[in-house]
């Protein structure tokens, strides 16, 4: 019994060491498969980019032809491009045999503030995206004390509190489809102009909050062909408009 008992053993040490060399060969077959010149990357698709081409998103990922599809580090690309200000997210996928795929969600330009001769341009989320010393076609904040203005971190200034709040309305109008060209911060107060001499006064809160009466007032201004004045915003809503402009 103990002679047999030993032949099994024996037996099933010999299946476990003859399955364990065919999963060592299965593996290493796998692996030289894999690393075949059939997944070296020859094809690299940038979806959903709309500030930068796709050769300059393929450029700030350092995303090379000829490399293998599945050596390739999609992490220390999507690092890469993280660090770039206009890429808010990014995703990089593998397509077989040989195409890597890298989808990002770009930041918008949405306002820009002067600082000295330059101007800091900032997406709603109040993201600085970078410095210009061209003034851009977005609506300009003015009258903040600036005390940060290093690109790919948010704007801070002395007047965060409201500037959080005129954010906030700034996207609000982009929904209403309406545009200010200029926003001056006053106190508690923001002035917003829609034309040169035509401006909207109040809290950005309550102006955001009586976006759809402003809207209808704006249409009666432009149906008279009314270009200059000032239109309030009161905490109860109630809106005024006055002719001169203070």
């Known amino acids: 019994m103990k002679e047999k008992s030993t032949k099994k053993k024996r037996r099933r040490k010999k299946r476990y060491l003859l399955k364990l060399a065919l999963l060592l060969a299965l593996g290493t077959g796998i692996y030289y498969f894999l690393s075949s010149s059939l997944f070296d990357i020859q094809i690299?698709?940038?979806?959903?980019?709309?500030?930068?081409?796709?050769?300059?998103v393929i450029s700030i990922a350092e995303a090379g032809m000829g490399g293998n599809l599945f050596k390739t580090s999609t992490t220390d690309m999507k690092?890469?491009?993280?660090?770039?200000?206009?890429?808010k997210n990014a995703t990089i996928s593998r397509k077989l045999p040989n195409e890597l795929i890298i989808t990002v969600e770009e930041r918008q330009e949405a306002a820009c503030v002067p600082?000295?001769?330059?101007f800091v341009i900032i997406d709603k989320d109040g993201m600085i995206l970078r410095l210009t010393d061209v003034e851009p076609a977005l609506t300009l904040f003015s009258g903040m004390t600036l005390t940060n203005i290093e690109t790919g971190t948010p704007l801070e200034a002395e007047e965060n509190s409201i500037l959080t709040g005129t954010l906030k309305l700034l996207e609000g109008i982009e929904d209403n489809e309406l545009f200010f060209k200029k926003i001056e911060f006053s106190g508690i107060v923001i002035r917003a102009y829609i034309?040169?001499?035509?401006?909207?006064?109040?809290?950005?809160?309550?102006?955001?909050?009586?976006?759809?009466d402003l809207k209808d007032v704006l249409y009666d201004l432009y149906i008279q062909g009314i270009e200059r004045g000032v239109i309030k915003v009161a905490g109860d809503g109630y809106i005024s408009f006055s002719a001169l402009v203070e």
């Open 115 to 118: 600082y000295g001769d330059q």
């Open 79 to 87: 690092d890469k491009l993280l660090k770039d200000s206009y890429i």
């Open 195 to 212: 034309y040169d001499s035509l401006l909207c006064e109040g809290s950005p809160e309550n102006i955001l909050k009586s976006m759809d």
């Open 44 to 56: 690299i698709t940038v979806d959903n980019n709309y500030y930068y081409t796709q050769q300059q």
